[in-house]
């Protein structure tokens, strides 16, 4: 098992951050890399990671005890789980090692009030802790979240989609729809959105991305999508209240960006990071 360079390299030059955000994969794919990360950090062998010790193994099994885990598969993170699981534990010193170790995995999972709880732990984090939040893409969290943390990028080895289409229908089809986050997008492409819906609306359509498999789910083909995008540029007073991660897009938009590519932009982070400039050239 390898860990992306720039991992290796923050551990060996003993320059780690407090932080990380791993991103690029299905959550479901991070197990065996946050398991490697933190076997290597918890060893005790001088052959790091060597899998034969207490602490290696108790974290190939996610039984350590300096080792907190929020996995539960397509259930929200509520404020609660993380007071109880990570903030409660952080204020401790580690029962064993040297460190504290958190992940939370599928950080889209994160309610809006789970964000900010686990926002303000990360702003003055322990000293002996390290938080491991992984995601698909690094536009599922909060900027200020995502500010606070390292980005590692991970790729997979597929095969390059033919289109901006095809890869969003490929990343729909490994995703749980979030179907209040769909219908909170339909109403915007739409034009359903009334006032006392708005809150409603902002709430469950702020990822730039689900605005992306919403295009996908109700069918939307290339110029659909394009156009769809261009509507909401033009209800701009309204997008710009209510969505913060297009917001970030939009501004490239207004510096003379072309939709699509800006769509490609954050393809290309999930998909095929080494060929975009290629892809990119292709449209
Ligand atoms: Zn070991």
Known sequence: MKLPVTLQNAYEKNRLAHAYLFYGLPPGKYHNYVKHFFQLLACDS?????????????????????LLV??????????KKVREKIITRAELTPARGARIYFWINDISRLTDSASNALLKVLEEPPGEAIFL?????RWQCLPTIRSRCQWIRFTTSRQRPNSP??????????TTPDDEEVAGWK??????TTSDKISWSRKKARNFLSF?????????TEPELED??????????LTYRLVPAILERLAELEQGGQPLLIVNSILEEIYYPEENQQWLNVI
Request: charged share 25%; with cysteine.
């Open 46 to 66: 001088e052959q790091s990671p060597c899998g034969d010790c207490l602490e290696c193994k108790q974290i190939e099994q996610l039984i350590h005890p300096d």
């Open 70 to 79: 929020l996995n539960e598969q397509n259930e929200k993170i509520t404020v």
């Open 133 to 137: 939040l992984t995601a698909r893409s």
């Open 165 to 174: 289409l095809e890869a969003l229908q490929n990343f729909w089809n490994e």
């Open 187 to 192: 109403q915007l492409l739409t034009g359903e």
């Open 212 to 220: 992306l498999l919403a295009c996908v789910h109700l069918g939307y």
């Open 228 to 237: 769809s995008y261009k509507n909401i540029i033009e209800q701009r007073n």
